[in-house]
């Protein structure tokens, strides 16, 4: 086990202190950094990194501090793609932080940036939401989402061509969709595993209102009343749909591709003054993104997470099992729920730019080329579907949810992945952007 795995092994047992050491000497003897002191910075919403701040005696081109990163994404170590990627979108002209340095040896793969202090723009946004001060207002913020959607829109269609399914397969974004469903990418047919396996087959679901949990096998196959509307689909159905559909072999070919950041959900995103004191986003962790991203799984990252996954339900769960009335109940065969969520004016507006800055332009443009696919709607729900279900485990009592957060989150993954037999948020999205 390499130095690296071994400090983000003890940072997930909580022994902060011991990592930050054995940091100090892989900085000093690897890096060959005059490093004096390191502080991690373990947080909510990095799930696969460690990453902190080393402090140095002699700079480092021209800084006293770094602040460093590792990923990993389960077993699979992405390395320093980021590195790359980071200059793939510098080169597009969008607004994204590239590394200052990177080590690319197996077992060593750290990136080393220039420290920010700005906020994030998920965290602006939350505070925003609760009526704090955030160092920007509503309007300046929504203004920043509207000018980097356009420019991210403008770029999609500057970028979107053809690409024989090859390329789009084996773009790294499938990571945080197909494969999260499956063990093996290459099976012939389907079978739950990944995170779908882990997070929920064969778990129990404890939901407010009902006198005990729900197993995943009933579950599974429930139909679902949300405040009154009936949804088409199971969660069993909908998993199995996406593993279909969602497997990159199942790519249009030739299919069509964008270039992009495909994970710039808002704690990738950095919230910046720029000299004439406008409010600016930028790009960071560019993991995932790439020169040949399946056309419409390119935004599903930044719709869902930017705009449905708030306020707090998805990653401040705790706080909201008082703020949300829920209740479920089990009637004739169907799961009836009830909850009081919706987009607020804030996320409202995001949503209101993305449509007419990134989605319609891009779905209009993909057709007008005679590429859209017949059912393009099917994968554009069941990639946002996957986004609350797979980012972590929305099961109450398994990570960092409860029964509240875990019927509200339940809810909006199903009202995404599936048609209502009444009008909702997705179903009115989806009707906003149909070319
Ligand atoms: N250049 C930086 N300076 C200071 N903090 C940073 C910097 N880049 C990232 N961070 C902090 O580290 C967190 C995780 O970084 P990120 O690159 O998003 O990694 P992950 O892969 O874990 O999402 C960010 O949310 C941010 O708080
Ligand atoms: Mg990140």
Same mark, same amino acid.
């Given at each position: 086990?390499?130095?690296?795995?071994?400090?983000?092994?003890?940072?997930?047992?909580?022994?902060?202190?011991?990592?930050? *050491?054995?940091?100090?000497?892989?900085?000093?003897?690897? @890096?060959?950094?005059? =490093?004096?002191?390191? &502080?991690?910075?373990?947080?909510?919403y990095?799930?696969?990194?460690?990453?902190?701040?080393?402090?140095?005696?002699?700079?480092?081109?021209?800084?006293?501090?770094?602040?460093? &990163?590792?990923?990993?994404?389960?077993?699979?170590?992405?390395? !320093?793609?980021?590195?790359?990627?980071?200059?793939?979108?510098?080169?597009?002209?969008?607004? !994204?932080?590239?590394?200052?340095?990177?080590?690319?040896?197996?077992?060593?793969?750290?990136?080393?940036?220039?420290?920010?202090?700005?906020?994030r723009l998920a965290?602006v946004c939350r505070?925003i939401e609760?009526?704090?001060?955030?160092?920007? /207002?509503a309007?300046?913020t929504i203004q920043a989402q509207r000018?980097l959607d356009?420019?991210v829109g403008?770029?999609?269609?500057?970028?979107?061509?053809?690409?024989?399914?090859? &390329?789009?397969?084996?773009?790294?974004?499938?990571?945080?969709?197909?494969?999260?469903?499956?063990?093996?990418?290459?099976?012939? #047919?389907?079978?739950?595993?990944?995170?779908? &396996?882990? +997070?929920?087959?064969?778990?129990?679901?404890?939901?407010?209102?009902?006198?005990?949990?729900?197993? %995943?096998?009933?579950?599974?196959?429930?139909? %679902? =009343?949300?405040?009154?509307?009936?949804?088409?689909?199971?969660?069993?159905?909908?998993?199995?749909?996406?593993? !279909?559909?969602?497997?990159?072999?199942?790519?249009?070919?030739? =299919?069509?591709?964008? @270039?992009?950041h495909?994970d710039a959900h808002n704690a990738n995103l %950095?919230i910046?003054?720029?000299?004439?004191?406008? #409010?600016?986003l930028?790009? +960071?962790?560019?993991?995932?993104?790439?020169?040949?991203?399946?056309? @419409?799984?390119a935004e599903i990252k930044p719709t869902f997470h930017n705009i449905f996954a708030h306020p707090d339900w998805l990653y401040h769960?705790?706080?909201?099992?008082?703020?949300?009335?829920?209740?479920?109940?089990?009637?004739?065969?169907? @799961?009836?729920?009830?909850?009081?969520w919706k987009l607020n004016a804030l996320r409202a507006e995001f949503l209101a730019t993305k449509v007419t800055h990134v989605w319609k332009?891009l779905? *209009?443009?993909?057709?007008?080329?005679?590429?859209?696919? #017949?059912? %393009?709607?099917?994968?554009i729900r069941?990639a946002l579907f996957c986004c609350p279900t797979?980012v972590?485990?929305?099961? #109450?009592?398994?990570?960092?949810?409860?029964?509240?957060?875990?019927?509200v989150g339940?809810s909006i993954a199903?009202m995404c992945g599936?048609?209502?037999?009444?009008?909702d948020v997705m179903s009115q999205f989806i009707a906003d952007i /149909?070319?």
């Open positions: 086990m390499s130095q690296l795995a071994i400090a983000r092994d003890l940072v997930k047992l909580g022994r902060i202190q011991e990592a930050a *050491a054995l940091m100090l000497t892989f900085a000093r003897q690897v @890096l060959e950094l005059d =490093c004096t002191e390191v &502080k991690l910075t373990p947080d909510g990095s799930l696969n990194s460690l990453n902190g701040i080393l402090s140095l005696g002699t700079p480092f081109e021209g800084q006293t501090k770094l602040f460093f &990163k590792y990923h990993q994404e389960e077993d699979e170590s992405k390395g !320093v793609a980021e590195y790359y990627n980071s200059k793939l979108l510098e080169d597009a002209g969008l607004p !994204v932080d590239v590394p200052l340095a990177a080590r690319h040896n197996p077992g060593e793969q750290i990136l080393l940036y220039r420290v920010r202090t700005d906020p965290d505070a609760h009526g704090q001060a955030a160092g920007f /207002t309007e300046e000018d356009i420019a403008k770029k999609y269609l500057e970028t979107l061509t053809t690409a024989p399914r090859e &390329k789009p397969a084996a773009e790294p974004l499938h990571q945080l969709f197909y494969l999260r469903l499956v063990d093996d990418p290459n099976a012939d #047919a389907p079978v739950s595993g990944g995170r779908l &396996k882990s +997070f929920y087959v064969g778990k129990d679901f404890a939901f407010p209102g009902l006198e005990k949990p729900l197993s %995943w096998a009933e579950l599974a196959n429930l139909r %679902w =009343c949300i405040n009154g509307v009936t949804y088409t689909h199971t969660l069993g159905e909908l998993f199995a749909e996406a593993m !279909v559909l969602l497997a990159p072999r199942e790519l249009p070919d030739p =299919c069509p591709v964008v @270039l992009g495909g %950095w910046e003054r720029d000299s004439a004191g406008s #409010a600016r930028a790009f +960071f962790d560019p993991a995932f993104a790439g020169a040949a991203l399946p056309a @419409l799984l769960s705790s706080e909201v099992t008082q703020r949300y009335q829920t209740r479920a109940e089990v009637r004739d065969g169907v @799961l009836h729920v009830h909850h009081d332009p779905l *209009a443009e993909i057709k007008a080329q005679g590429l859209l696919p #017949a059912d %393009w709607e099917r994968y069941l797979l972590m485990n929305l099961r #109450a009592g398994a990570d960092r949810h409860n029964p509240v957060s875990s019927v339940l199903m599936s048609a209502g037999d009444t009008e /149909t070319p």
